[in-house]
């Protein structure tokens, strides 16, 4: 690996794969290797395994759709327009996931005045909001609100002229960087403890999306924010 990967990569969520592509946003040929390279490698053995996705076109591809035939993967394609209520990835991990990066980009301005966050320390900041967000319990809450599992078809309420949709009371869970306890508000909504309570930087959140979305273009993690379950 040339040095100055290495450099970007220090710090990274263990496993994290990389590809590239002209846009920096998926292709067929990255869905391709994430599916067989990284997905088939850490799936369970059980079958069949059912593999949730989004409707984007790279998803379904004649070969890959012909290699998860192959290995008994039920390639499931949710409804259009619904995964912030239906994937369980968007229910129960990317809330917490956001909160604890925002918690980290406060954090890291505050302590370092001037500075910004670059390709050198993106991943090896990163990862720590990843590792304190994507854990059992967020994806286990992620399927039951989103009532795949256990399934429940009412999970999701369909809103009428006089009536709002009511959410599941079961929310991701945070954990709390001092003692991995979980905090949640009086309405049930995940709540960040006292213990990690951050200077209100108005601009810290703006700039850290706009620099991420700066960073797609050169670093791509596989494994990262795709929505495959």
Known sequence: MPKILIIWTKGEVPGT???LSDTGWINADLFKGWMVEHFIQYAVPGRPLLLLLDGHSTNYQPEVIR???AHNIIMLC???HTTHESQPLDCGV???LKSKWTAVCHTYFQKHPGKVITRFNFNMLFSQAWLKSLIPSNMIAGFKISGIFPYNPS???IPTDDTSSDKNDTQPDEQDDDEEELSHGSNGECAMSSS???LDLPSAEGACELQCAELAHELTP???LHSGE
Do not use: C, D, H
Request: aromatic share 14%.
């Open 78 to 80: 949710l409804p259009p």
């Open 67 to 69: 290699f998860a035939r």
């Open 94 to 96: 990317f809330k917490p």
């Open 196 to 198: 990690e309570t951050v």
């Open 155 to 157: 999970a999701i309420s």
């Open 17 to 19: 794969r990389y590809g």
């Open 222 to 224: 596989a494994n990262s």
